[in-house]
C-alpha cells in the first residue's frame, strides 16, 4: 500500500493506483477531458493537471501512479489557471453552438466551461471548418465539435477492434477522420454507435429520425404503430433523472399513448418469434446436417461486421431477421388484415437501444409483407427528445400496459437486450423441443454476466451441444478466427456488437467518463430485464399464447414456407476500407 496526501488529507491505495483514482476515494474530484476508464487513459488534454510537492512543472493525474509519500494539490491557483487555458484553447478551436447542438445539456465540455465561469474566449483566430459527414443512414459526424479527444478513436480500436476512425494531421490540422476522408457509409463502420457513446461532446450522434416520426403522428392518413425493445424500458429513465436500471415500461407505453400513436407492441414478442423461428433453424441445423456452429443474426451492427469481414462465414449466420424487423413485416401482415387496414397506411417506428438499427431498416430483403418492414427508427435518446419537446412529465405518468393483441410477452422476449439473453431464451425453447420434456431450470448461468466471450458445453438429449456468447466486435472477432481455424467446435454461437448487448447499446443514454469509471451501468440495466424475467408468468417463448395464435391461424410452422417469406432475410459480402489500406 501507497500512502500520501492530497490537499491535506491522507490516503492510503494500493500500488500502481493513479492519482485520479487516489482522489477519488477521498471524495476529491479532478476535472478529466479525454479520460475514458480501461479505454482511454492517455493523458493528452491534460485537463486533470496536478501540483506534486518538489516536482517542477505539472503532473498529469489520470496516468501519474501514486508514489508513497507523495504531497498532492488539485486546486492551487497555478492548477486553475492551467486547466483555464486548456479549456480555452479547445473552445477557440470548437463550434460553440450550443443552443442548437444535441448535447445541450449533457455536453461534458459544456459542463467544464460552466465550472470554470468562461465568459469569454480569450483566444481568437482561425477554426477549422470540416463538412460535416451525414450520409450513412445512422450516424452524422460534424468534426467542427470534435476536441480531439480521442475517446471515439480508442473505442472504435481497443473495444470494437475495428479502426474506422484514426487521427490524422498535425498541429493545427489535427483530425479524426476515416480511410481517405470518406463517409462512415463507406468505409469499415458497423454502425455499433459506440463512438456517440464516448464522445463528450456533440462531434458524434445519430441521425435524427424523430422529424419523419412527427410527420407520421400529423398525417391522419397513416395507421402509426411503434413497437419498444427490450433495453429501452431498462434505460429511458435516465433521462428524466431516473436511477439506472429503473424499469420504465408502464411510464413509457402511456407517454407513447400520450404522443399519438395509434398502438403500442412489444418488441419482446417480436424477440419470441425470433426465437421460435431460430430455435427451429438450430434443431433442423443440429439434426440433419446443416452448416453449424449457427451463429444469432438479430444485431445489426454484428452483421455488417460479418459481411464485411467474413464473408466466408455468412452461411453460418441464422437467417432469421432481428425482432422489430420480423414484428414489422408481422404488424403489415396479419395485423393489417385483422383490422382491415391498407398495408401501405401503416406506418411502423421501432424504438431502439441502437443506431444500428436505423441502418438494418434500409437493407434489402426487409419487406416481408411487401412494404417495408419498419418505416423508421428511432433510439432511447430520440424518444426521450419526443417526450420533453411534447412536454410530456414522465416521471409523474401512470403505467399503462402494451396494446392487444400483440402486446403479451414472455421474460425470454426480456432477457433478450443483455448479452447471453438470446442464447438463453433460444436454450429454453431448442431443449423443451429436444427432449419432449419440460425444462427443471430455466436460468442458464454459464451464458450470464459480464463477460465479454462465456463457452458452456450442454447436454441436451444426450447429445453435447456447445455453445458461446460474445459481446464487443474484439471479443466477436476472437471467435470468428477460432471457428474459422477449426479451433473450436461450437454448435451455436450468439454475438452482440455492444460490449455488454444491447442495454449498452449506441442509442442508450449517454453516461459521462466520470459516471462509467464509477458506476457499473451494464449490470444496473441487465439486472432490470433478469428481474422482468424472472417476475414474468411466461418465460418460455414457445409458450406465449399470442405466437400460439398466429402461428395456427396465420403463419401455419415455424420455419415453414410463410414463416421464412415474412420472418427471414438474406445477406451479402460487403468491400471494407480500413485506414492503413
Ligand atoms: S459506429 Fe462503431 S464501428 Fe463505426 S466508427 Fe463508431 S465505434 Fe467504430
Ligand atoms: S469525435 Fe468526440 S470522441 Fe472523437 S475525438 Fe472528437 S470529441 Fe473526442
Ligand atoms: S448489440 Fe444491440 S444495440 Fe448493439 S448493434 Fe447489436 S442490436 Fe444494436
Given at each position: 500500500?501507497?500512502?500520501?496526501?492530497?490537499?491535506?488529507?491522507?490516503?492510503?491505495?494500493?500500488?500502481?493506483?493513479?492519482?485520479?483514482?487516489?482522489?477519488?476515494?477521498?471524495?476529491?474530484?479532478?476535472?478529466?477531458?479525454?479520460?475514458?476508464?480501461?479505454?482511454?487513459?492517455?493523458?493528452?488534454?491534460?485537463?486533470?493537471?496536478?501540483?506534486?510537492?518538489?516536482?517542477?512543472?505539472?503532473?498529469?493525474?489520470?496516468?501519474?501512479?501514486?508514489?508513497?509519500?507523495?504531497?498532492?494539490?488539485?486546486?492551487?491557483?497555478?492548477?486553475?489557471?492551467?486547466?483555464?487555458?486548456?479549456?480555452?484553447?479547445?473552445?477557440?478551436?470548437?463550434?460553440?453552438?450550443?443552443?442548437?447542438?444535441?448535447?445541450?445539456?449533457?455536453?461534458?465540455?459544456?459542463?467544464?466551461?460552466?465550472?470554470?465561469?468562461?465568459?469569454?474566449?480569450?483566444?481568437?483566430?482561425?477554426?477549422?471548418?470540416?463538412?460535416?459527414?451525414?450520409?450513412?443512414?445512422?450516424?452524422?459526424?460534424?468534426?467542427?465539435?470534435?476536441?480531439?479527444?480521442?475517446?471515439?478513436?480508442?473505442?472504435?480500436?481497443?473495444?470494437?477492434?475495428?479502426?474506422?476512425?484514426?487521427?490524422?494531421?498535425?498541429?493545427?490540422?489535427?483530425?479524426?477522420?476515416?480511410?481517405?476522408?470518406?463517409?462512415?457509409?463507406?468505409?469499415?463502420?458497423?454502425?455499433?454507435?459506440?463512438?456517440?457513446?464516448?464522445?463528450?461532446?456533440?462531434?458524434?450522434?445519430?441521425?435524427?429520425?424523430?422529424?419523419?416520426?412527427?410527420?407520421?403522428?400529423?398525417?391522419?392518413?397513416?395507421y402509426v404503430v411503434v413497437q419498444t425493445a427490450p433495453a429501452v424500458r431498462v434505460a429511458l429513465g435516465e433521462e428524466f433523472g431516473m436511477e439506472i436500471g429503473t424499469n420504465v415500461a408502464g411510464k413509457m407505453v402511456t407517454a407513447l399513448k400520450e404522443l399519438g400513436f395509434d398502438k403500442v407492441f412489444d418488441t419482446n414478442t417480436g424477440a419470441d418469434f425470433t426465437i421460435m423461428e431460430e430455435g427451429t433453424e438450430f434443431i433442423e441445423r443440429f439434426t440433419k446436417g446443416g452448416t453449424l456452429p449457427m451463429i444469432t443474426s438479430c444485431s445489426p451492427g454484428w452483421v455488417r461486421y460479418i459481411e464485411m469481414n467474413y464473408p466466408e462465414l455468412i452461411p453460418n449466420l441464422s437467417t432469421c431477421k432481428s425482432p422489430h424487423q420480423m414484428f414489422g413485416a408481422l404488424i403489415k401482415s396479419y395485423y393489417a388484415e385483422k383490422i382491415n387496414v391498407d398495408p401501405s397506411k401503416i406506418f411502423v417506428v421501432s424504438v431502439m437501444p441502437c443506431v444500428a438499427k436505423k441502418f438494418e431498416r434500409t437493407r434489402d430483403n426487409m419487406s416481408g409483407a411487401g412494404y417495408k418492414d419498419v418505416d423508421a427508427v428511432i433510439t432511447t435518446r430520440e424518444l426521450a427528445r419526443m417526450i420533453k419537446q411534447a412536454h410530456i412529465d414522465f416521471v409523474g405518468l401512470d403505467d399503462s400496459g402494451f396494446d392487444d393483441p400483440m402486446g403479451e410477452a414472455t421474460g425470454a422476449g426480456a432477457i433478450f437486450g443483455t448479452t447471453g439473453g438470446v442464447m438463453e431464451a433460444a436454450l429454453r425453447t431448442v431443449q423443451e423441443k429436444l427432449t419432449g420434456k419440460e425444462a427443471e431450470k430455466l436460468e442458464y448461468e454459464p451464458v450470464r454476466g459480464a463477460e465479454g466471450i462465456k463457452r458452456a458445453t450442454l447436454n441436451i438429449n444426450g447429445k453435447e451441444v456447445k455453445v458461446v456468447v460474445a459481446s464487443g466486435l474484439k471479443n466477436a472477432q476472437i471467435i470468428m478466427e477460432e471457428i474459422k481455424s477449426g479451433k473450436a467446435d461450437y454448435q451455436f454461437v450468439e454475438i452482440m456488437a455492444c460490449p455488454g448487448g444491447c442495454v449498452m447499446g449506441g442509442g442508450q443514454p449517454i453516461r459521462t467518463s466520470k459516471e462509467r469509471a464509477s458506476i457499473d451501468i451494464r449490470s444496473k440495466r441487465a439486472n432490470a430485464l433478469y428481474t422482468i424475467d424472472e417476475k414474468s408468468v411466461l418465460r418460455k417463448s414457445h409458450e406465449n399464447p399470442v405466437l400460439k395464435k398466429i402461428y395456427k391461424e396465420y403463419l401455419g410452422e415455424a420455419g415453414g414456407h410463410k414463416a421464412h417469406e415474412l420472418l427471414h432475410t438474406s445477406y451479402v459480402a460487403r468491400e471494407k476500407y480500413k485506414l492503413e489500406e
Open positions: 500500500m501507497i500512502n500520501l496526501t492530497i490537499n491535506g488529507k491522507s490516503v492510503q491505495v494500493e500500488e500502481g493506483t493513479t492519482i485520479l483514482e487516489a482522489a477519488k476515494k477521498v471524495n476529491i474530484d479532478i476535472p478529466t477531458l479525454c479520460f475514458l476508464k480501461d479505454i482511454n487513459e492517455v493523458g493528452d488534454c491534460r485537463m486533470c493537471v496536478v501540483e506534486v510537492e518538489g516536482r517542477r512543472g505539472f503532473a498529469t493525474a489520470c496516468i501519474q501512479k501514486v508514489e508513497e509519500g507523495m504531497v498532492v494539490k488539485t486546486n492551487t491557483p497555478a492548477v486553475t489557471e492551467a486547466r483555464r487555458v486548456v479549456l480555452d484553447l479547445i473552445l477557440s478551436n470548437h463550434d460553440r453552438e450550443c443552443l442548437t447542438c444535441t448535447r445541450n445539456g449533457t455536453c461534458e465540455l459544456q459542463k467544464l466551461a460552466q465550472e470554470f465561469y468562461i465568459d469569454d474566449i480569450r483566444y481568437k483566430g482561425d477554426r477549422n471548418v470540416h463538412e460535416i459527414d451525414d450520409l450513412s443512414p445512422a450516424i452524422v459526424r460534424d468534426f467542427n465539435k470534435c476536441i480531439l479527444c480521442r475517446r471515439c478513436v480508442a473505442t472504435c480500436k481497443k473495444v470494437q477492434g475495428i479502426g474506422a476512425i484514426d487521427s490524422t494531421g498535425r498541429g493545427f490540422t489535427s483530425a479524426v477522420s476515416t480511410y481517405k476522408n470518406k463517409s462512415l457509409n463507406d468505409v469499415n463502420c458497423t454502425f455499433c454507435g459506440q463512438c456517440i457513446e464516448a464522445c463528450p461532446v456533440g462531434a458524434l450522434k445519430e441521425k435524427d429520425s424523430t422529424g419523419e416520426v412527427w410527420r407520421a403522428l400529423r398525417d391522419e392518413d397513416k
